[in-house]
C-alpha cells in the first residue's frame, strides 16, 4: 500500500498450554534420550532458510521463535512509476543505498519489506523477463545483508497498475483493455479516486475471476512470480516472496488465485516462505478477514495490514481514540493466521506522523503487535510525494532526508527477537523503561534467547532471568543474547530494565 486516504492450525494454537512430545528417546541408548520439544504442535521442525514457519510462528534454522520487526522501503529503479512514451512520472522515489540500510538499523529494525513490481519484470507479453531490473533488485538485497537485514520480496500494486493507478501489471496484463483517455500520468495527486475507477475496478475482475482472461492472466503472473523466487531461492538474507499486495476479492477467488501461486513458488525456492493477504478493503473495514476452512500447506504467512483509523474517522474520532479501538484488527489477525495454519507477518501498518495523536498510534500499535507476537513492517521508510508519511523529512530546496527523531522514539522498542522456546507473554513500558517476556523454554532449539533493544534506549541497566541477576553485552545493533533457560522444558521469565523514555 501507499500513503493514500483510503484447522489444523487452530488445534494447534489451543494446545500452547498442552506440551507435546514431537521427538522421541533413542531406545538403545536411554542414558543418552534425545531431549523432548515442548512444541504446542506435532509439525516437524522447519527447513526454510533463512526463516522457516512452525506451529504458528516464524522460526530459525536453530528452531527458535523468531518475531521480525521491519520496514518498507519504496526504490527507485524498482517501484516502477515512470512511462517510456513520454507521459510525466506519477510520482518521485527515492533512492536507497547501503546508508540507508544501516540507519533502518539505528531505527530498530531488522527487515525490509522491498515491494517490486510486474510491470518491471514482464514488461511486454513477448519480451520474457527483465533480468537487468532483478539485478538492481539483487543489489538493494544485497546492500540489506550487508547491514544484517532480513528482506521480505513484496509482488506490489496499488490500483492494480501504473497505468490506471500507481503500480503493479504491465499494460499488456489489462484486461479490458484501456480506452482511448484511459491512460494516466503524473503527478498522482488522485490515487483514491484510481483506485475507485471503473478501469481499475474491471482489471481486478478479470485478474480474480473465473473467465479465461482471468485464468490466463493469473498463469502469466504466477510464472512470473516462480521466476523471481527462483532466482533469489539460495540468498541467505531473503526470507521470502509476498505474492500480491491488497488483493480486491472474495475469500474463494484468492483461494483459488493461492492454491495456484503456492505450488509453483515452493517448488522454485522450497526454503523460502510464501506470504499472501487477505482482501485488504474489507479486513481494513471489518476488522477482520473470513476464516479458512484448511491451510495452504507448510511454509506459509498470513499478512494483514494494520491501518485502524489511519485513513479512516474523523479528527474527533481520532482524538478520542484509545488502544482498544486498535485490538480486534491485530488480535483478531492471530486467529486468521491460525485458520490457514501460517505464521502472522503484519507486512504493512503506519499512521500519519504529523497526525493526530501519532506518538499514541505508534505506541499502541506497538504494544499489540509485541502482545500478539506478530511480526510486521512499518509504512514507510522515506517518501517525498503523497502524505510524506514514513521516518524521515524531506527538503525539497535541498533534496535532503533527515531522519525524524520523534518517530524514531515513537518505534523505539525492547522486544522479542529470537526465543529459544514457545514465547507466551511479553510487555514492555517504555515511559518507565521496564521489558519482560515469557516463555517455556525447548531445549531441542539451538541458540539463546535475543532481545532486541533500539539503539534510542541504550544498553540495559539490569537483566534478570526468573529473578536472578545475569549480565550480557548488547551487539553493535542492541540486540542482546540470553542463555536463560538453557537445556530446560519449562516456563522462564527475562526482565530487563532500561533507561525511560518517554
Given at each position: ?298 511454509m506459509t504467512a498470513y499478512a494483514p495490514h494494520y491501518y485502524k483509523l489511519a485513513f479512516t474517522g474523523t479528527p474527533a474520532v481520532r482524538q478520542a481514540m484509545t488502544k482498544d479501538k486498535l485490538r480486534p484488527q491485530i488480535e483478531s ?170
Amino acid at each position: 500500500m501507499t500513503t493514500r486516504g483510503r484447522a489444523l492450525a487452530l488445534a494447534c494454537l489451543a494446545a500452547l498450554s498442552l506440551p507435546l512430545a514431537c521427538g522421541s528417546d533413542d531406545e538403545r541408548a536411554p542414558s543418552v534420550a534425545a531431549p523432548k520439544t515442548t512444541a504446542p504442535c506435532a509439525e516437524p521442525p522447519s527447513s526454510g532458510a533463512p526463516l522457516g514457519v512452525r506451529c504458528g510462528h516464524l522460526v530459525d534454522e536453530g528452531g527458535r521463535v523468531v518475531v521480525l520487526r521491519g520496514v518498507n522501503a519504496r526504490v527507485e529503479g524498482l517501484f516502477d512509476v515512470t512511462f517510456a512514451d513520454g507521459r510525466a512520472p506519477l510520482e518521485p522515489i527515492p533512492a536507497f543505498t547501503a546508508e540507508d540500510a544501516e540507519q533502518m538499523r539505528g531505527f530498530g529494525f531488522d527487515s525490509l519489506r522491498l515491494p517490486i513490481n510486474w510491470s518491471a519484470i514482464e514488461p511486454t507479453e513477448t519480451g520474457g523477463f527483465d533480468e537487468a531490473y532483478l539485478d538492481r533488485v539483487a543489489r538493494v538485497v544485497d546492500d540489506a545483508a550487508s547491514a544484517g537485514l532480513l528482506v521480505l520480496l513484496d509482488l506490489h500494486q496499488d490500483a492494480y497498475s501504473k497505468e490506471l493507478g500507481e503500480d503493479g501489471a504491465p499494460l499488456w496484463a489489462i484486461v479490458p483493455a484501456p480506452k482511448p483517455g484511459e491512460l494516466l500520468e503524473g503527478p498522482l495527486t488522485d490515487l483514491d479516486a484510481r483506485r475507485r475507477s471503473t478501469p481499475v475496478l474491471a482489471a481486478f475482475n478479470t485478474f480474480f475471476g473465473a473467465s479465461p482472461d482471468g485464468a490466463r492472466l493469473r498463469e502469466r503472473f504466477v510464472a512470473m512470480a516462480a521466476h523471481v523466487a527462483a532466482r533469489f531461492a539460495s540468498h541467505p538474507a531473503v526470507v521470502g516472496l509476498e505474492i500480491f499486495n491488497e488483493p480486491l476479492g472474495s475469500l474463494e477467488a484468492l483461494r483459488r488465485f493461492y492454491e495456484l501461486a503456492y505450488p509453483a513458488v515452493r517448488a522454485a525456492a522450497p526454503t523460502k516462505i510464501f506470504v499472501f493477504e487477505p482482501d485488504s478493503l474489507i479486513r481494513n473495514n471489518a476488522d477482520s478477514w473470513s476464516l479458512a476452512d484448511a491451510p495452504l500447506g507448510p511454509m506459509t504467512a498470513y499478512a494483514p495490514h494494520y491501518y485502524k483509523l489511519a485513513f479512516t474517522g474523523t479528527p474527533a474520532v481520532r482524538q478520542a481514540m484509545t488502544k482498544d479501538k486498535l485490538r480486534p484488527q491485530i488480535e483478531s489477525a492471530r486467529d486468521e493466521a491460525a485458520s490457514w495454519g501460517a505464521a502472522l507477518f503484519a507486512t504493512e501498518w503506519g499512521y500519519d506522523p504529523a497526525g493526530i495523536r501519532a506518538a499514541d498510534y505508534f505506541t499502541w500499535q506497538s504494544e499489540l503487535h509485541e502482545q500478539t507476537f506478530s511480526s510486521t513492517a512499518f509504512w514507510l521508510w522515506k517518501e517525498q510525494s503523497q502524505g510524506s508519511w514514513g521516518c524521515h523529512d524531506y527538503d525539497a530546496t535541498t533534496g535532503a532526508f533527515t531522519p525524524r527523531d520523534d518517530v524514531k522514539r515513537w518505534l523505539a522498542r525492547a522486544r522479542a527477537r529470537a526465543v529459544a522456546g514457545w514465547p507466551s507473554a511479553q510487555s514492555f513500558d517504555r515511559a518507565a523503561g521496564v521489558y519482560s517476556l515469557t516463555f517455556t523454554a525447548d531445549p531441542t532449539m539451538k541458540g539463546p534467547t535475543v532481545i532486541a533493544v533500539a539503539p534510542a534506549l541504550g544498553a540495559p541497566l539490569e537483566l534478570t532471568c526468573d529473578g536472578a541477576p545475569v549480565s550480557a553485552t548488547p551487539d553493535a545493533h542492541g540486540d542482546v543474547a540470553l542463555s536463560c533457560g538453557a537445556g530446560t522444558s519449562t516456563t522462564h521469565t527475562i526482565t530487563m530494565k532500561l533507561a525511560p523514555l518517554p
